[in-house]
């Protein structure tokens, strides 16, 4: 994106080259086409290795050559090849091997994922020693059960403790958005439910091995999402604050008076170092990462200082505020 010209200078700003480096294409894949025992017919398959064949294709198989040339190739050093399957048209048009199996619920069909006579081979076996058998009225219907936490709430909810408790609750209630799940903060204020730190918690579920039951705590409290205009701050009218000063109530709360950074907050010791003073009037205006704008909303703040290195002064845009902690940061004299 080009820059933002904010003061007379020398900008920069570097385009990617319009010649485009051309991808080589690796030369060592192999193709195979031939009759395979099972797999997709007449779709290429990746494979790696022969086990990847045999897992798709079924392996070696005596009625053809492709499984022994496959095998072949990967013992000789293939790594990469792709296989096609083909077959007669007796055995594609030949309907698919399919299995019933009664259950209390009605019939199981099983069927051949791909066509050819070695689904003739296939076998199944049931196993009902389960350790908790469901009969036919047991089984639950997940799209009728209710939700685990609640999803929405109504005056009928709101709290009776005391008569006057409830009124003042109803009044705040009423003046409140609450749509239901996922409705979006507003100005006016949306029920959220389950709050933000409601619903399931599993960080402190537990189990009952024995009965096979799991335990989750719930939290049933609403919160409210409220959408609010950034409050502008008034100009400090106060004398004029050094670099110190405004380092200290606008940045030590993350980066610390020591400069050292803490949690998400790079250290500062050292950024004259790294950063040119034009880098640092981008970042404290623009912000990065998790560090907000302080353009908006510290701009007007009547801050003056001499900033002293050689002949360099901040641009003359830049906010009293943003000057004197970056010349804190730098080491300029302020």
């Known amino acids: 994106m080009p820059s933002s010209l904010t003061y007379p200078g020398l900008y920069i700003e570097e385009t990617p080259s319009p010649v485009r480096t051309i991808v080589a294409v690796p030369t060592a894949v192999a193709g195979f086409v031939g009759r395979a025992k099972r797999g997709p017919v007449n779709v290429p398959i990746r494979i790696h290795n022969f086990t990847d064949f045999e897992r798709s294709f079924g392996g070696l198989w005596n009625q053809s050559e492709l499984g022994y040339a496959v095998q072949q190739y990967f013992l000789n050093g293939g790594a990469d090849a792709y296989i096609v399957r083909t077959a007669q048209a007796a055995t594609l048009s030949a309907p698919p091997v399919t299995y019933k199996l009664a259950t209390p619920t009605g019939n199981l069909f099983l069927s051949a994922k791909t066509p050819g006579t070695w689904s003739k081979d296939l076998f199944f076996t049931v196993d009902y020693n389960t350790r908790i058998p469901l009969q036919a009225d047991e089984f639950i219907d997940i799209s009728r059960t209710t939700p685990f936490a609640r999803q929405s709430m109504t005056e009928d909810d709101v709290t009776d403790l005391t008569p006057g408790a409830r009124q003042a609750a109803l009044k705040r209630f009423r003046t409140l958005r609450h ?6 903060p507003s100005r006016q204020g ?9 619903g399931g918690e599993w960080g402190g579920a537990a189990v009952d091995r024995e009965a096979g039951v799991i335990y989750v705590n719930g939290s049933d409290v609403p919160w409210i999402a409220a959408m609010r205009e950034v409050a502008p701050v008034a100009p400090h009218a106060g004398a004029p604050r050094t670099g110190e000063q405004v380092y200290a109530t606008a940045c030590a709360g993350c980066h610390g008076l020591d400069r050292r950074g803490n949690d998400r907050a790079p250290s500062l010791l050292g ?58 940061l730098i080491g300029w004299a302020v």
């Open 190 to 198: 949306t029920v959220v439910l389950p709050g933000f730190d409601g």
């Open 271 to 328: 950024i004259g170092g790294r950063l040119s003073p034009t880098q640092l009037y981008e970042v404290i205006n623009r912000g990065r990462g998790f560090m907000p704008s302080w353009t908006s909303a510290r701009r007007g703040t009547c801050v003056t200082c001499s900033l002293v290195l050689g002949s360099t002064s901040p641009p003359p845009t830049a906010a009293p505020l943003t000057a004197a902690i970056v010349g804190l």
């Open 179 to 184: 749509d239901g799940l996922f409705a979006p």
